[in-house]
């Protein structure tokens, strides 16, 4: 998606709430006292922490420092259990929920990486062919993500360029009783219900024995498109990457960055250490 320039960004926070969330402000103007009390982030990855389809070294290097600064790191993403292993045994983080909310994956106290599924499951693999197959007969523009090896509980797709198609793939996964959502690069298509927010609650509470209710104050949601909307409606305290303004949303962030992808969410990770640095004192 291209990347809306800085004076694109004012201008839009200066229309109307409905037209792309008034209420947002830019990230540098946040409280220190409410960046100060955030002790976990949970981020998207595609276009959040990504830029390009790439991961820049400074991202991965802010994720390192978001956790020596005492901050549990949990991408949320619709990324696939192939990609997501990859995070959770390579990058610097606390835990990954993957396939928009299919499951997730953490490391035990032995240091061993364990997987939990939801409802569905890797044995559903004959379902989802079955699924494919049907999409595909009523809606054969459709093209397979780059990724579709690596998905043990969903499907994704090329999101379609036009809004009314996907609008149209959406109501018909509706209407049989599946389920799904698009991102800043795919549709997803999937048996059953679910969210981030579902799964990121389910796995705070199992791995770390947290409400998330309870502790949503101390959480702090990055994304940026319509697959993130569950987490900017619960969390108080959220923000979108610059991006975000390119997306017909109802549920907006608090806050917005000025840079694209990851770039704005390095400006998020050093507003946050900055500020619990300022707490501490």
Request: glycine share 10%.
């Amino acid at each position: 998606m291209t990347q809306p320039s800085v004076g694109q960004i004012i201008t839009l926070l200066e229309m109307s709430e409905s037209t792309v969330g008034g209420l947002m402000e830019p990230i540098r103007d946040a409280s220190d006292d409410i960046l100060g009390k955030i002790d976990i982030v949970l981020t998207d990855v595609d276009d959040t922490l990504t830029r390009d389809g790439r991961l820049a070294g400074e991202t991965l290097t802010v994720l390192d420092r978001l956790q020596r600064s005492g901050v549990r790191v949990i991408p949320a993403t619709a990324a696939s259990a192939g990609w997501a292993s990859l995070m959770i045994h390579m990058w610097p983080v606390d835990g990954v929920v993957a396939e928009n909310g299919g499951l997730y994956f953490h490391r035990a106290a032995n240091g061993m990486v364990q997987c939990s599924y939801g409802h569905e499951g890797p044995e559903t693999a004959g379902s989802l062919l079955d699924l494919e197959s049907g999409l595909r007969r009523r809606f054969p523009s459709l093209e397979a993500a780059d990724d579709r090896a690596y998905r043990e509980t969903c499907l994704a797709f090329r999101r379609p360029a036009e809004p009314e198609l996907a609008a149209q793939i959406l109501d018909h996964l509706a209407g049989i009783g599946g389920g799904g959502t698009v991102n800043s690069l795919w549709l997803l298509a999937w048996l059953g219900s679910r969210d981030k927010l579902a799964m990121a609650r389910r796995m705070l509470a199992e791995v770390f024995g947290l409400d998330i209710a309870l502790v949503r104050d101390r959480i702090l949601y990055v994304g940026d498109s319509e697959n993130d909307e569950p987490m900017f409606r619960f969390f108080p305290f959220s923000v979108g990457v610059s991006t975000v303004v390119g997306h017909p949303l109802i549920d907006w962030p608090r806050w917005v960055t000025e840079g694209a992808g990851g770039d704005g969410f390095v400006e998020v990770a050093d507003r946050l250490i900055a500020a619990r640095s300022t707490a501490r004192r």
